[in-house]
C-alpha cells in the first residue's frame, strides 16, 4: 500500500508546489521507488478544459482524454510517468459527483453536507490506485486559508487520521519574502501559514521555504522552532535558472532525505542522479544557440503554451543546443508583412489555439515559411492554418476557410477545407459530436493512432510506421481536398487507420515543414526529447549554419 506525501501551499499562489511534488517524486524514483502525482484542485469548474488560457495556462491532456491542470505535465516530464484521468479533480467533479450520487438515491435519503459526503468523495479519489505504487504524491491547488479549498484540506486530515502512523506525511511551501531596505529575510509569513494549517489539524512534517536569498542557518533554527518542524526538515527552495535543477537542488537541500526520515525509512536506498545531472549538463554546455518563433493567440502568458515551450527546449538538449524561443502575437501579421518580424529566425512554430482571432496572422506565418524555406512546425490549429495556406494560394482555393470561423455559409461564401468533427472512432465505437453539444470534454481528446506514410519525412523522424498522440480539437482537415492539396506538393504523410482523418502534412519540396493535428508537446521529456520537437531543431540548427 502506498505512503502518501499531501503537499500543500501558504502564503501566496505560485509559489512553486507543481514543480516541487515533480521534483520529489524524480527523486523518490532515482532512489529506486514507484511514484504516482495527483492534482487537486479547489476551482468549481469540472476540470480546465472551457477556461481561457489567460486564466488557468495551458490545458494538459493525458493519454485517456482528460483535461487537466497543467501541473501535470510537470509530473510527467520529471517522472515519465503518464498522467491518468484518475491523477486530477476539482471541487466542481466532486460537487457533481455527489449530486449525481444524491439524485439516483444512493444517500437513502440522507441530509447531504460537506462532512461526511463531499470529504468522504474526496477519500474515495485519493485511494483509487494505491496499491500500484510505493509513494502517492498528492497536490493541493491554492494556498491554506482560501474558503474553496477547506473541503480538501479536511479530507486529507481524515484520510491521514485513519492510516495507520506512518503511512501519510504533510509538505507545506511557504515563502520567505526579502526585506531589501532592512536587508532580513522574513519568517512570520512562514510562521502565520503554518499556524493557519495547524488551526485545522494538519501538522507539516517538511517546510520548503522559497527565497530569492539562502536561508541562513539561525532562520532555519527559528523556522523550526517556531514551526515546531525538525531543522533538517526546513528546506530552501532558491531560485532557479532552470527548472530542471529543480531535483538536483532539491536532494542538495536534503528533501528526499527528510520526507524518507519523516516516513522512518533507514537506512535510505542511494540516489541514482546520473539522468539528472546528464540533463543538467547539456543545458549548461550547449554548443550553440537557435531562435525559434512562437507565432501564436495567447503569447501574452507563457504558461499557455508551457509544454511547447519545455518541448523546445527538449529538442535543444537532443542537439546539444540552446533554443531561445520568442512568442510573436499572431495578430501583427493580420496588418503587418511578417517578413521583417520573421526573417531572422531560424524555425517558426505554430501551435494550437481556439477561435478566430489571429487566424489570418498564422495563415501569413505559415506563406513565409513555405516560401522562404524556413523550418515549420504547426500544432493542431498550427496545421489548419497551413493547409488552408496551401489551399488559397497554391491550390487556388480562394475562399478557403474553417467551419470554426464561419458558422453561417449564407452569410459569406467559403470552401471548408476545416470542418466540425462530427464523428469518428474511439476504440471499438463511434463517437458523434453536434455544433451544439456542450463545450466541456466534448472534442476528440486523449491518445490516438496515426499511421504514417511509407518514406515519409515523418515516417523517417518517428522511425515507425504506426504512432500514437494525444489530440485535442473538434474540427478537422478535410480530406475532400486531398488531390488537390497534394497535387501542389502538400502531402497527406499521416492518417487515422481508417483513412479518413488526416493527421500530418508535409511538404517534398521542404527543407522542413510539417503540420500535426494531435500534440506532441504533451509528451516530451528532457530525458526523451520528443522526436518530432527534437528534428524541428535540428532543422533550425542547420538553418543557422546557413544563415
Known amino acids: 500500500m502506498a505512503r502518501y506525501v499531501f503537499i500543500t501551499g501558504g502564503v501566496v499562489s505560485s509559489l512553486g508546489k507543481g514543480l516541487a511534488s515533480a521534483a520529489l517524486g524524480a527523486l523518490l524514483q532515482a532512489r529506486g521507488y514507484s511514484v504516482r502525482l495527483r492534482k487537486l484542485d479547489p476551482y468549481l469548474n469540472v476540470d480546465p478544459g472551457t477556461m481561457s488560457p489567460f486564466e488557468h495556462g495551458e490545458v494538459f491532456v493525458t493519454d485517456d482524454g482528460a483535461e487537466t491542470d497543467l501541473d501535470l505535465g510537470h509530473y510527467e516530464r520529471f517522472t515519465g510517468v503518464s498522467a491518468r484521468k484518475t491523477d486530477s479533480v476539482s471541487s466542481g467533479r466532486i460537487y457533481s459527483n455527489v449530486l449525481e450520487k444524491e439524485r439516483r438515491g444512493d444517500y437513502l435519503g440522507k441530509t447531504i453536507q460537506v462532512i461526511p459526503h463531499v470529504t468522504n468523495e474526496i477519500k474515495d479519489f485519493l485511494r483509487v490506485g494505491e496499491d500500484e505504487v510505493d509513494f502517492m504524491l498528492c497536490e493541493i491547488g491554492g494556498t491554506v486559508g482560501d474558503i474553496e479549498g477547506l473541503p480538501f484540506f479536511e479530507a486529507i486530515r481524515q484520510f491521514a487520521q485513519e492510516r495507520q502512523r506512518g503511512q501519510c506525511i504533510f509538505m507545506h511551501l511557504t515563502l520567505l519574502p526579502y526585506i531589501a531596505a532592512s536587508g532580513e529575510l522574513k519568517t512570520k509569513p512562514t510562521q502565520h501559514s503554518v499556524k493557519e494549517l495547524r488551526s ?107 509544454s511547447i515551450a519545455e518541448a523546445l527546449t527538449h529538442g535543444g538538449m537532443a542537439n546539444r543546443v540552446r533554443v531561445k524561443a520568442e512568442w510573436v502575437d499572431s495578430e501583427i501579421f493580420e496588418r503587418e508583412d511578417p517578413g ?55 491550390a487556388r482555393l480562394n475562399d478557403a476557410g474553417s467551419e470554426e470561423f464561419d458558422h453561417e455559409a449564407g452569410e459569406k461564401r467559403f470552401t471548408p477545407v476545416v470542418y466540425h468533427l462530427k464523428e469518428w472512432v474511439q476504440g471499438n465505437h463511434r463517437v458523434e459530436r453536434k455544433l451544439g453539444d456542450d463545450k466541456g470534454g466534448t472534442m476528440r481528446l486523449g491518445a490516438y493512432t496515426a499511421v504514417l506514410k511509407q518514406g515519409s519525412r515523418v515516417a523517417g523522424i518517428y522511425g515507425s510506421p504506426e504512432i500514437e498522440e494525444r489530440h485535442r480539437h473538434r474540427y478537422e482537415v478535410d480530406i475532400r481536398y486531398r488531390d488537390q492539396l497534394e497535387g501542389h506538393g502538400l502531402v497527406f504523410s499521416g492518417m487515422s487507420p481508417d483513412g479518413r482523418l488526416p493527421e500530418i502534412v508535409e511538404y517534398e519540396n521542404h527543407p522542413w515543414f510539417i503540420g500535426v493535428q494531435f500534440h506532441p508537446e504533451l509528451k516530451s521529456k528532457p530525458f526523451a526529447p520528443h522526436p518530432l520537437f527534437a528534428d524541428f531543431v535540428r532543422a533550425a540548427k542547420e538553418a543557422e549554419r546557413l544563415v
Open 200 to 306: 485545522i489539524g494538519i501538522a507539516p512534517d517538511v517546510l520548503v521555504c522559497r527565497s530569492e536569498k539562502p536561508i541562513p542557518q539561525k532562520e532555519r533554527e527559528k523556522i523550526a522552532l517556531f514551526c515546531n518542524v525538525r531543522p533538517d526538515a526546513v528546506i530552501a527552495a532558491p531560485d532557479l535558472k532552470t527548472i530542471y535543477e529543480a531535483p538536483l537542488a532539491y536532494h542538495r537541500e536534503g528533501l528526499d532525505q527528510a520526507v524518507l526520515d519523516a516516513f522512518q525509512i533507514a537506512p535510505a536506498p542511494r540516489p541514482d542522479l546520473s539522468r539528472w545531472e546528464d540533463v543538467m549538463d547539456r543545458l549548461e554546455n550547449a554548443e550553440g544557440e537557435v531562435r525559434i518563433a512562437v507565432v501564436g493567440k495567447y503569447t501574452q502568458l507563457e504558461d499557455a503554451y508551457k
Open 340 to 394: 521583417p518580424w520573421l526573417e531572422d529566425f531560424h524555425a517558426i512554430c505554430v501551435p494550437g489555439g481556439f477561435g478566430e482571432r489571429g487566424t489570418e496572422g498564422m495563415i501569413n506565418a505559415a506563406r513565409f515559411a513555405r516560401e522562404r524555406k524556413i523550418p515549420y512546425l504547426g500544432i493542431c490549429l498550427g496545421m489548419q492554418m497551413a493547409v488552408i495556406e496551401s489551399a488559397r494560394n497554391l
